[in-house]
């Protein structure tokens, strides 16, 4: 089963409107000959509308970074999936630590995510990963079965067919640490063993893998030379169009 590798990158809350469609479009530039990976960017919801438009018909596919699981309604300061879908998007990132960290976010909200994404045709980039006590109290196994078996509850694999799961150690987010290449290739084996058990082998085949944590041009050839693992998730290296193109060649 060949899966095509995803490269995206994570922008956070940075770069405004302006910013963003200027980076995109440099991207686009340089990623013109890119063949043979998949090249995603997920900027803030205020800047997506725009970033869509300005790659629309290049390579680059948009995402967003998070979504609010209710069609519509009195839900202040929160985006639907229809929402995201209509301002262009393709991806949306679910779970990601910092929402996890920062605003409470479960299992089971995340699962409700997943399902509004997958309703309106948005492929969701699920992310989990341990924290580093939690490594160091060899949970990390443990917790990585509940955020994938709790956040994929109640779903059919059919309605799965465009997840994404991103493996992303916590402490290796933004902090210069990665996880080293039989840490990576250890957990990406058990999530894909995950996946056949919850789901089927066909299934864990086709999922796409992406590891997450301070991926740099420096390590992107040796991380996505892991076996299982088909991609990254990119945040800081992604902001800019020079260096996120030397992770998006990294097979040059
Ligand atoms: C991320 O935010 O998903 C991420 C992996 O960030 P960084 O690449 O900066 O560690």
Same mark, same amino acid.
């Given at each position: 089963?060949?899966?095509?590798?995803?490269?995206?990158?994570?922008? !956070?809350?940075?770069?405004?409107?302006?910013?963003?469609?200027?980076?995109? &479009?440099?991207?686009?530039?340089?990623?013109?000959?890119?063949?043979?990976?998949?090249?995603?960017?997920?900027?803030?919801?205020?800047?997506?509308?725009?970033?869509?438009?300005?790659?629309?018909?290049?390579?680059?596919?948009?995402?967003?970074?998070?979504?609010?699981?209710?069609?519509?309604?009195?839900?202040?300061?929160?985006?639907?999936?229809?929402?995201?879908?209509?301002?262009?998007?393709?991806?949306?990132?679910?779970?990601?630590?910092?929402?996890?960290?920062?605003?409470?976010?479960?299992?089971?909200?995340?699962?409700?995510?997943? !399902?509004?994404?997958?309703?309106?045709?948005?492929?969701?980039?699920?992310?989990?990963?341990?924290?580093?006590?939690?490594?160091?109290?060899? !949970?990390?196994?443990?917790?990585?079965?509940?955020?994938?078996?709790?956040?994929?509850?109640?779903?059919?694999?059919?309605?799965?067919?465009?997840?994404?799961?991103?493996?992303?150690?916590?402490?290796?987010?933004?902090?210069?640490?990665?996880?080293?290449?039989?840490?990576?290739?250890?957990?990406?084996?058990?999530? &894909?063993?995950?996946?056949?058990?919850?789901?089927?082998?066909?299934?864990?085949?086709?999922? &796409?893998?992406?590891?997450?944590?301070?991926?740099?041009?420096?390590?992107?050839?040796?991380?996505?030379?892991?076996?299982?693992?088909?991609?990254?998730?990119?945040?800081?290296?992604?902001?800019?169009?020079?260096?996120?193109?030397?992770?998006?060649?990294?097979?040059?």
């Amino acid at each position: 089963m060949s899966r095509i590798p995803l490269i995206a990158g994570n922008w !956070k809350m940075y770069k405004t409107g302006p910013q963003a469609v200027e980076t995109a &479009r440099e991207l686009a530039r340089l990623c013109s000959d890119v063949q043979g990976v998949e090249v995603m960017i997920a900027p803030t919801f205020l800047s997506l509308p725009l970033v869509a438009a300005s790659v629309k018909g290049t390579c680059i596919k948009t995402g967003a970074q998070n979504l609010y699981f209710e069609k519509q309604g009195a839900f202040t300061g929160e985006i639907s999936a229809d929402m995201i879908k209509a301002a262009g998007a393709q991806y949306v990132i679910i779970g990601h630590s910092e929402r996890r960290q920062y605003f409470a976010e479960t299992d089971a909200f995340v699962c409700r995510k997943i !399902k509004a994404a997958v309703e309106v045709g948005l492929k969701p980039i699920l992310c989990v990963g341990e924290t580093e006590g939690q490594r160091d109290e060899e !949970k990390t196994f443990s917790i990585l079965d509940k955020q994938v078996s709790d956040g994929l509850k109640g779903f059919g694999r059919d309605e799965l067919k465009d997840l994404v799961i991103a493996y992303e150690p916590v402490w290796a987010i933004g902090t210069g640490k990665t996880a080293g290449i039989e840490q990576v290739h250890e957990v990406h084996q058990y999530l &894909r063993s995950l996946l056949e058990t919850l789901f089927s082998r066909d299934f864990a085949d086709q999922t &796409r893998l992406l590891y997450g944590g301070s991926v740099k041009p420096e390590n992107a050839k040796e991380l996505m030379g892991i076996k299982d693992v088909d991609g990254a998730l990119v945040g800081g290296a992604s902001l800019d169009a020079n260096q996120f193109i030397n992770i998006i060649r990294y097979n040059i």
